[in-house]
């Protein structure tokens, strides 16, 4: 019985660059919003100019280097991989370029090497509670419960990573 593949393989690079262009623009639009230098920009109430405010690092805290969690928010874990809320609930995302990290139930997270066993191509994270996790090189299907090989060229499933919840993150255990 045939299948429907209703698989885009330009959906993930799409998604992808909407993304980094809605960051990009949310930056540039921050960066519009601060104190120019201009007289009277920065003025406190009575017409006095007070000094301005130290720059913070704020933002992504995984990418702040200093391992402080960003800007005076929450300590991250460091060996965090994802804010909870950042993984939609039957779904999945892709973490640093080489881990899939699914939430198949609310509360209920798990991880596996995001390389197709095949060829190592990125697998497509599942959606809207689909129970499978696809390859967009050759079509390899695996299970999301377990990361188990269901179909395609693939000669196994996907690697587990353990991974557990800490400080609201999901970081390898």
């Not at 690079?13 to 993304?19: C, E, G, I, M, N």
């Not at 006095?48 to 200093?66: E, L, V």
Request: aromatic share 4%; net charge neutral.
């Amino acid at each position: 019985m045939p299948v429907e593949d209703r698989f885009n393989p330009c959906a993930t690079a799409a998604r992808r660059t909407l993304l980094l262009g809605a960051g990009a623009m949310g930056i540039a639009v921050i960066a519009g919003c601060g104190d120019d230098g201009k007289p009277g920009a920065g003025a406190a109430p009575g017409g006095s100019s007070a000094p301005a405010a130290p720059a913070t690092t704020g933002g992504n805290p995984f990418d702040d280097s200093t391992g402080s969690g960003g800007g005076g928010g929450p300590q991250v874990p460091s060996n965090a991989l994802i804010a909870t809320g950042e993984v939609p609930v039957g779904g999945g995302v892709i973490v640093k370029d080489t881990v899939l990290v699914i939430q198949p139930a609310k509360g209920q997270f798990k991880a596996y090497d995001a390389a197709c066993p095949h060829e190592g191509a990125i697998v497509d994270p599942p959606f809207d509670g689909n129970q499978v996790i696809q390859c967009p090189r050759h079509n390899s299907k695996f299970k999301v419960s377990d990361g188990s090989w269901v179909s395609g060229p693939a000669p196994r499933g996907l690697k587990g990573i353990r991974v557990e919840v800490r400080s609201g993150y999901v970081v390898r255990a």
